[in-house]
T-cell receptor, first 112, second 108 residues
Framework: DGGITQSPKYLFRKEGQNVTLSCEQN?????MYWYRQDPGQGLRLIYY???????QKGDIAEGYSVSREKKESFPLTVTSAQKNPTAFYLC???????????FGSGTRLTVV | GIQVEQSPPDLILQEGANSTLRCNFS?????LQWFHQNPWGQLINLFY???GTKQNGRLSATTVATERYSLLYISSSQTTDSGVYFC??????????FGAGTRLFVKA
């Protein structure tokens, strides 16, 4: 079945460490996205990528980095520069701008 | 940038009741979607509805683009309808703006 896989589901990080969240899709979608969700809040866009080897900052990109070396993969690195990284991270993809999103099941990151 | 406002922010229903969720947006949009986030965090696309009316079982949605609002109707609510309902819009390009959501709890 086609879909988006995020891993791991739960992740614990010590302060000062970088951590990478995985997002893989087999839907053959061109566009991929990373969102952050804080408790009781909506989704805020971190980064998005329209095509391989290209990506753009969203509304809250500071302290995060991404790469898009393959169409299927869009990993997100949460760096030590992100001051409040504890949140729920959601990856999504879409065929192009005209169609709706498919979301992964998310990664809950906790800084300990 | 465009503002997306959802109402009500919280809603408690008795099983079997009907409800209407509203999404207002401050500018013209190319696309509008409704999502349901279940208690485990999974987001499911309910409707892709930039204009007009669509129905899927007990759920239906209407978007009046000229008046900048969309409505999501839930009929004969069930406990499995609980969760958060998000409205999300696109004004062009790939960026999608999400509202803050309506948190629904359906009591048995």
């Amino acid at each position: 079945d086609g879909g988006i896989t995020q891993s791991p589901k739960y992740l614990f990080r010590k302060e000062g460490q970088n951590v990478t969240l995985s997002c893989e899709q087999n839907l053959n979608h061109d566009a991929m996205y990373w969102y952050r969700q804080d408790p009781g809040q909506g989704l805020r866009l971190i980064y998005y990528s329209q095509i391989v080897n290209d990506f753009q900052k969203g509304d809250i990109a500071e302290g995060y980095s991404v790469s898009r070396e393959k169409k299927e993969s869009f990993p997100l690195t949460v760096t030590s520069a992100q001051k409040n990284p504890t949140a729920f991270y959601l990856c999504a993809s879409s065929p192009d701008r005209a169609y709706g999103y498919t979301f992964g099941s998310g990664t809950r990151l906790t800084v300990v | 940038g465009i503002q997306v406002e959802q109402s009500p922010p919280d809603l408690i229903l008795q099983e079997g009741a009907n409800s209407t969720l509203r999404c207002n947006f401050s500018d013209s949009v190319n696309n509008l979607q409704w999502f349901h986030q279940n208690p485990w965090g999974q987001l499911i696309n309910l409707f892709y509805i930039p204009s007009g009316t669509k129905q899927n079982g007990r759920l239906s949605a209407t978007t009046v683009a000229t008046e900048r609002y969309s409505l999501l109707y839930i009929s004969s609510s069930q406990t499995t309808d609980s969760g958060v309902y998000f409205c999300a819009v696109q004004t062009g390009g790939f960026k999608t703006i999400f509202g803050a959501g309506t948190r629904l709890f359906v009591k048995a």
